[in-house]
């Protein structure tokens, strides 16, 4: 039987009840993928009815209507995404930005089963003065001095049809069919992109010929900077993550073996280094390869843990494109992309 929706939300730390908004639990960032009731939820609106089927249209040759089973009779392709909503970590600036209080576990890892967009946009034939795409959810509502919008983004037309984006409209999270919470029946997972760049209850795409300029692509997900003109949000931003031992946790001392994650948008991550003093010496941890193109990579690193009392755990990750971590958090309104090197305290008795 299905489950309901109260009992599919339990394991997570709530942030906000309707909308709901919920961090993943801090233990669940230990595993290799987030099981579906631990991941992290964000959504702007209430879960939307939606009528089973994907509208493709605009500046198109071949307008189309698609339901779950005909992209079930597409190829299958699966990958495992870490997904980061770009107000993770909005409680760690200062002053504290506007939005939902996200702390840190804004992020989950997730295997994903669906069909590549660009072969459903080939379908559709875009047309030669197509520029850009819009994804429209079924979700809509009250928001600011709005009566009612829905929630829609917009990606360049090249890179939806670029079959090396690999963008899914997926179907299937951990091999079971999408939850309500997380898009059902249908969304699209942008591989390295902030989370909002991957509409859930998708429901109609357009090609235009022009720019989008909705509230989500133009007034939301935008760095708005206090000395320059303002940037959209876009790729996910280098970021380390201690997971054990655990934040504020006591441990025995001797040789403690610590452990994390670290991911990129730009990746993969190329080093992880770890500061056990607060200012001062790095050290480098053991790295592992990445599993998979757009996943979070393991690292580990051997601390002896000398003397007892509390000690400060910092980790810095360095990604392929040479993007560090910073110490302070990178500043703006609306406190997007907070990747500031994170500092975790444990006693050791
Ligand atoms: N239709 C729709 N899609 C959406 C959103 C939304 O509010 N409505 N939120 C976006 C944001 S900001 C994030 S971070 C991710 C979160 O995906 P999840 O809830 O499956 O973790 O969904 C994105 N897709
Ligand atoms: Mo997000």
Known sequence: MAKSLAETRAALTMIQPGPFNAEAPPDALTRDTTPTPLHYVRSNFSVPAHDGTLTIGGTVGNALTLTLDDLRAMPAIEQNVTLECAGNGRLGQTPLPTGEPWGRYAVSTARWTGVLLHRVLQQAAPSLSGVNVTFEGADHGRYDHHEDIAFVRSLALGHAIDPAAEILIAYEMNGEPLSADHGAPFRLIVPNWYGMASVKWLM??????????????????????????????????????????????????????????????????????????????????????????????????????????????????????????????????????????????????
């Open 204 to 349: 109609r795409i357009n090609v235009i010929t022009g720019q989008y300029e909705g509230e989500f692509q133009t007034r939301h997900y935008m760095y708005e900077h206090a000395d320059r003109s303002s940037e959209p949000v876009t790729l996910m931003r280098v970021r380390a993550r201690i997971t054990e031992p655990a934040a504020r946790s006591s441990i025995p001392a001797g040789t403690c073996r610590m452990r994390g994650k670290a991911w990129s948008g730009t990746g993969p991550v190329t080093s992880v280094e770890i500061s056990l003093t607060g200012e001062g010496e790095w050290h480098p941890a053991e790295l592992e390869p990445p599993r998979g193109r757009y996943q979070w990579q393991d690292w580990s690193f051997g601390w002896q843990t000398a003397t007892v009392g509390r000690h400060t755990l910092r980790a810095r990750a360095t990604d392929a494109a040479g993007n560090t971590q910073p110490e302070t958090p990178p500043w703006n309104r609306l406190g997007y992309g907070n990747n500031a090197i994170e500092v975790q305290y444990v006693d050791v008795h």
